[in-house]
């Protein structure tokens, strides 16, 4: 099999070149291909120098819009995404490569305990993964993880479901489980990255929230929005009891809440059969 690195990259001159190197000690990688995000400092000089292909943004577009760029560019029938920033070691490779051998469509690197940037981050991984791990009825061990080896014809096929910015791990994942197809996972540890971080706190926080809904909508939005509207009936018929019992009447707040859980219940049928359209098999 022919194998690619994808390497997306943003003002990352002071890593670059090192992850090239270590990952060029491994005899078995074709390409390596570093998508220049945009970068304002040496990215793309320190990247060529250290013997990659570069292919470069005129301006920002983000992780996931680097990702789809490197997937395109990438000639190889396997391909492998990797940070840039040193936090990946290239020695795992050879784990997911075998888990590909062995028939896996996507095998990702799963952190394990230690490789987190902070608390807050990992406790809002174990959420991500807790409720992937709920709507796909699979065990989800890293959701987020950028590291990770896919089959290029089966990932090219949600290029159009994958978001310019930082979620694009997410949408795979799920796009991957949506469509069927096998994903595995191998334990890594996370090194801590080389220079700065480019998530900001705030928009993280604002990204959380989208990514709780972004799950949903990707798999099935009937296991999310059914059981709030199994929840509102459940009020209203316990109001409705309260009331009669009392007053002997049906107040408006029971119909209300039994009109929401139609609404919540109707809401998540249609979403259903829109996200089954996504997944059209066109060919």
Do not use: C
């Not at 190197?21 to 990215?43: A, H, R, Y």
């Not at 992937?132 to 014809?153: C, I, K, N, P």
């Not at 089966?154 to 197809?181: D, H, I, Q």
């Amino acid at each position: 099999m022919l194998i690619s690195i994808v390497l997306p990259a943003k003002n990352e001159s002071a890593a670059i070149g090192q992850t090239i190197e270590k990952i060029k000690l491994l005899s078995i990688i074709n390409e390596i291909i570093v998508v220049n995000d945009g970068s304002m400092d040496d990215t793309k000089e320190a990247a060529e120098k250290a013997g990659a292909k570069v292919v470069s943004h005129p301006y920002s577009k983000g992780n996931g819009a680097a990702i789809k760029t490197g997937a395109r560019a990438a000639t190889g029938e396997i391909i492998i995404f990797m940070d840039a920033d040193g936090q990946h070691d290239p020695q795992d490779i050879p784990r997911l490569l075998e888990k590909i051998e062995q028939g896996y469509d996507l095998v990702v690197g799963a952190r394990q305990k230690g490789s987190q940037a902070s608390v807050g981050r990992g406790v809002a991984n174990k959420l991500y993964n807790n409720l992937a791990t709920y709507m796909t009825e699979h065990l989800v061990e890293d959701l987020t993880s950028g590291f990770r080896a896919v089959r290029a014809e089966k990932f090219r096929e949600f290029l159009y479901l994958l978001p310019n910015g930082f979620s694009y791990p997410t949408t795979s994942t799920m796009a991957f489980f949506r469509a069927g197809y096998s994903v595995a996972y191998v334990p890594i540890h996370a090194a801590k990255r080389i220079g700065k971080s480019h998530i900001n706190p705030m928009k993280d926080g604002i990204r959380f929230f989208l990514i709780i809904f972004k799950i949903a909508t990707l798999f099935s939005p009937l296991k999310m929005f059914l059981p709030i509207s199994v929840v509102l009936f459940l009020m209203a018929t316990g109001w409705y009891g309260y009331t009669l019992y009392e007053f002997g009447r049906f107040t408006n707040m029971s119909a209300l809440l039994y009109t929401g859980s139609v609404m919540i219940f109707l809401m998540g049928l249609i979403s259903e059969q829109i996200t089954a359209l996504m997944y059209k098999d066109e060919s």
